[in-house]
């Protein structure tokens, strides 16, 4: 067992160590075994389904919960999206009901999921919040319920009820900010020089999705508060991760759809800071062009994602939630600054969120065998840190 | 006339010699001269070729010396001291070298010969020229297609042309089709500019000739363009600027120096098209070295320098279409080079980066000035976003000088300057987006500032270095800030920003009349303005060949010992 712990096989999204439940252990840990190796798990129970979950699943549930966001900014009225507007206001109002609902529902799925396993795999999420990916998705479910919050057609922003679930849900990512943020520059394994990578950037965008609600909300002071943590923060990891540190360089090969996050990271710091000075100033601008850049930047480079494309996982689920935050960044700018050109643009990249949401639903739909994990990618990750040190 | 005798009989002597005349050769019937095995017949016998070709054509051409070639026919390594002399008639009228060193051609073609430059020992007064052709195939990798364009072209003109197809050795080729990875720049090379050879490496062109002048005239020319263009800003802005009136400066000094950019722009930039055109491989290597890749944002930020200082008897108001045709390959540059610091395995910024970087940095800043001059609105916004976020990252790179980082000087060197230059251009880029001098255009005014004092007072840490066509680059980053300087006078007018600003214009100007007389005593005086240019000349790998490098050179060494009396060409 210690000659195959040490082997990490990056290969597949999960760090592919042999799970404890095979007794046989099959060494390489790739998947191309995986009609045998289903076969020995699946006659395990379907508790062996937890044990491989893990919370990168939320992707699903981020992509979901901003898809229903952004088709609600398009139909409001103050929208001038022209081309857009006319399509969009066809669509009935129930559409938007439905899609919302089904975001709602998949993630109320999702959590129940987790907290299942919370409470039966607790070893599996205290190595999960470990492990230098896994412990920035744990992010995940709040960023998707402040969205589906604020994509809501029942509530208002003034409302009692609104302010109660945006305190719900804000508390977690403070609570997680202060044990991660407070990681970075304390803890002794875990510098942030060692675990920065593309997915710490969801915590940055937590924050900033609390602000960006809170603005909306009127409370400026609490919108300030997060919107100062996450830029803060968000400097120090723009900096880190561009240096790109040797000990940095542990991301496998199949999450590189998450370098997509550097696209979301400052168009959300945009939406929020909009929200909070009630206008697209310069500031916005910026933040919106800077991640104009970056898209542009990682879409002229398709070989860095080549080898992630072969096979579908979850982690193509990493494409959808960038991109619609950049269309969401893109329609405050349109509103801003009438123009051909942005609106151009609003449009564009509206239609490419929509078809890439898509298209990775029908995916799912699919091959949904795929998507379903193989491995459990923490447990024995934590034997090995246990027992290699 | 004798040539093409010669070339007419070279087959019929062939077929004579096939079979029957060369004793103790083995061959089957071949009709053509198909040798089975040409290096035999090359080698072994050359004598008897010598008697039978003297045989055949001493009667004909009443030579008293007889030309004797012999072709050794591997195609690998190098060969110059397989070569085989050769003896050359006085009385032969064959003043055509070319055809002395390929009498078979036909030969050469059927065989698939790498045929070899042939050295003639030049006898009495005849000064055969031939390390032009020894340089000519040994710089043949450099050449754009391996040296066939060129051949394309004399063929053009109507030259005969030389052997076909000369390659100057397979693993040679190998060596330089493919520009080195950036480790082996930082291996292979040291100093603030990664411009000096390790003591343990070795390079591909031989050091002591001097190459030829395209392949010596780095991309750091655009370096000249760029000081003096900034020095026409600094002189326009001198005249224009309100707060500057008490000096009265007039407007000559801003049109000639205008004019002489606009002179040297154009130069520099038509010579270094002629040499992407005939040695693109060493453009390439240029291009992938990692301190040099950031002077090809050079042209467009001097192009755009030009912009900034048109006179204003020449044009006032510039059209917005050539904003956007000099940000376009800024863009596309910046796309390539700031993607690979995000994402490039070996070209990570904590590696890579070096002050030279800056210049990248700028020319988003520059063009967010010119723009915003020209009265645009939202692109210098985006570029001047991208530019914060990047010099951002930069400068907290460089500010912590990684132990990993291999580029960084331990010793101050002019390329330091370069810190000046982007606060500088970026406060003046603020300043105008916004319309007034404001407090996010003061600070990095003053951040710009400070790093100039701390260079300034360290002056003396300057003296020793050697003199190099880059530092022409760095020194706009002071000029820019004395036109930053100049800016903020007119925001903020009083006795101590005015004296600061004449202070620091007059320290620009006197460096840049200083590095002009440097210049031109290197390049008419001393006449080595442009060094040969080793850092594009390393080995793609560690010199394991570095024996069969070294015997290369003491063969061309030797060859160059019997030829004790050959001319070189004067170069320039």
Redesign the interface.
């Known amino acids: 067992m210690a000659q195959n712990q040490r082997r990490f096989n990056v290969t597949n999204h999960q760090i592919p160590i042999p799970t404890l439940h095979q007794s046989t252990t099959n060494s390489t840990g790739t998947d191309t075994g995986t009609s045998t190796r289903a076969s020995k798990t699946a006659s395990s129970s379907d508790l062996s389904i937890l044990t491989r979950f893990h919370a990168g699943y939320f992707r699903i549930s981020l992509a979901l919960c901003s898809q229903a966001l952004l088709w609600k900014t398009l139909a409001e009225p103050t929208t001038d999206a022209r081309a857009l507007s006319s399509i969009v206001r066809t669509i009935p109002s129930f559409a938007f009901i439905l899609l919302w609902s089904i975001a709602l529902l998949t993630l109320l799925l999702l959590c129940l999921l987790y907290l299942v396993r919370c409470f039966l795999r607790f070893r599996s999420v205290r190595a999960e919040l470990a492990h230098h990916v896994g412990m920035n998705y744990l992010f995940a479910p709040w960023i998707s319920f402040l969205m589906l919050l604020q994509a809501t057609p029942f509530l208002q922003p003034d409302n009692r009820l609104y302010r109660i679930l945006w305190c719900a849900f804000s508390v977690p990512i403070v609570v997680l900010d202060v044990k991660i943020y407070g990681q970075w520059f304390t803890q002794g394994k875990r510098f942030l020089s060692m675990v920065a990578n593309p997915t710490s950037q969801i915590t940055v965008i937590g924050n900033l999705v609390g602000a960006h609600v809170a603005a909306q909300m009127g409370w400026k002071e609490s919108a300030v508060c997060m919107f100062s943590l996450g830029i803060t923060h968000y400097?120090v990891l723009?900096?880190t991760?561009?240096?790109?540190?040797?000990g940095s360089d542990s991301l496998p090969a199949m999450l590189r759809p998450v370098?997509f996050l550097?696209i979301a990271a400052p168009s959300t710091a945009s939406l929020a800071w909009d929200s909070i000075s009630s206008s697209f100033d310069?500031g916005c601008?910026?933040?919106f062009?800077?991640s104009?850049?970056l898209f542009?930047?990682?879409v002229?480079?398709p070989a860095?994602f080549k080898r992630s494309m072969r096979r579908f996982s979850v982690a193509w689920w990493a494409y959808s939630f960038p991109l619609t935050i950049l269309a969401l960044a893109a329609t405050e700018y349109a509103q801003d600054?009438k123009g051909v050109?942005p609106n151009v643009l609003m449009l564009v990249l509206s239609v490419l969120s929509v078809v890439v949401t898509l298209a990775l639903m029908v995916f799912t739909a699919l091959k949904t065998n795929d998507i379903l994990p193989h491995d459990d990618p923490f447990v024995c990750y934590n034997i090995a840190r246990g027992t290699s040190t | 006339m004798e040539q093409t005798e010669l070339q007419v009989e070279i087959p019929s002597v062939l077929k004579q010699t096939s079979c029957q005349n060369i004793k103790g050769f083995d061959c089957v019937d071949y009709g053509n001269g198909n040798n089975p095995n040409p290096l035999e017949n090359a080698i072994s016998d050359k004598e008897s070729y010598g008697e039978s070709i003297a045989g055949s054509k001493i009667t004909k051409l009443e030579l008293q010396e007889v030309v004797i070639i012999s072709l050794p026919a591997s195609p690998s390594g190098l060969h110059i001291g397989q070569t085989k002399l050769v003896l050359h008639s006085e009385k032969c009228e064959n003043t055509d070298q070319n055809d002395t060193k390929n009498p078979y051609p036909q030969l050469a073609k059927q065989k698939k010969f790498h045929s070899q430059p042939i050295l003639v020992r030049e006898n009495g007064d005849r000064k055969v020229v031939h390390s032009e052709a020894i340089r000519d195939h040994r710089f043949d990798p450099f050449k754009t297609w391996s040296g066939r364009l060129e051949r394309q072209i004399s063929n053009l003109r109507g030259k005969a042309t030389q052997e076909p197809d000369i390659e100057a050795g397979a693993s040679e080729r190998d060596e330089i089709e493919e520009a080195p990875g950036v480790d082996r720049y930082f291996d292979a090379l040291e100093g603030p500019e990664l411009d000096t050879l390790r003591a343990t490496e070795v390079s591909v062109l031989p050091e002591d000739e001097k190459w030829p002048f395209l392949l010596r005239f780095p991309v750091n020319a655009f370096g000249i363009c760029l000081g003096v263009s900034s020095q026409a800003i600094l002189w326009k802005t001198l005249n224009t600027s309100p707060a500057m009136s008490f000096l009265h400066i007039s407007p000559m000094p801003n049109l000639i120096l205008w004019w002489a950019a606009l002179a040297l722009i154009l130069f520099v930039s038509f010579v270094y098209l002629l040499k992407i055109v005939f040695y693109f491989e060493a453009v390439k290597r240029e291009y992938h070295h990692p301190v040099r890749v950031n002077f090809f944002f050079a042209p467009w930020i001097a192009c755009m320098f030009m912009a900034l200082a048109v006179p204003p008897s020449i044009a006032v108001n510039l059209r917005p279409f050539i904003w956007y045709i000099l940000m376009t390959p800024i863009f596309i540059l910046e796309l390539k080079i700031y993607g690979q610091w995000m994402s490039g395995g070996q070209r990570r910024l904590s590696k890579v980066a070096n002050p030279s970087n800056h210049l990248s940095i700028v020319g988003n800043f520059v063009g967010a000035l010119l723009g915003a001059n020209m009265g645009l609105k939202e692109g210098p916004i985006f570029f001047f976003a991208v530019g914060l976020a990047h010099y951002i990252v930069l400068f907290v790179t460089l500010y912590q000088r990684l132990p990993t980082n291999a580029a960084l000087p331990k010793e101050l060197h002019p390329v330091f300057f370069l810190f000046v230059a982007a606060p500088s251009v970026a406060c003046m880029a603020w300043a105008k987006i916004q319309g007034d001098f404001d407090y996010a255009a003061r600070i990095p005014y003053f951040i710009a500032l400070f790093l100039y004092m701390s260079l300034a007072v360290r002056v003396n840490f300057f003296t020793g270095i050697r003199f190099s066509l880059a530092w022409w680059a760095y020194t706009f980053p002071m000029t820019g800030a004395s036109i930053a300087t100049i800016k903020y006078t007119m925001a903020v007018t009083n006795v101590v920003t005015r004296s600061l600003s004449v202070c620091l214009s007059a320290i620009s100007t006197f460096t840049v009349s200083t590095l002009l007389v440097y210049t031109i005593v290197h390049a008419f005086v001393l006449r080595d303005l442009f060094p040969n240019d080793i850092s594009i000349a390393i080995t793609r790998k560690k010199p394991k060949f570095s024996k069969m490098l070294s015997h290369f050179r003491s063969s061309s060494a030797d060859s160059k010992d019997f030829d004790s009396s050959i001319s070189k060409n004067s170069e320039i």
């Open positions: 400097l723009f900096v991760l561009y240096q790109r540190f040797l370098f550097f310069t601008k910026m933040l062009f800077l104009l850049f542009a930047s990682l002229s480079r860095l600054v050109i």
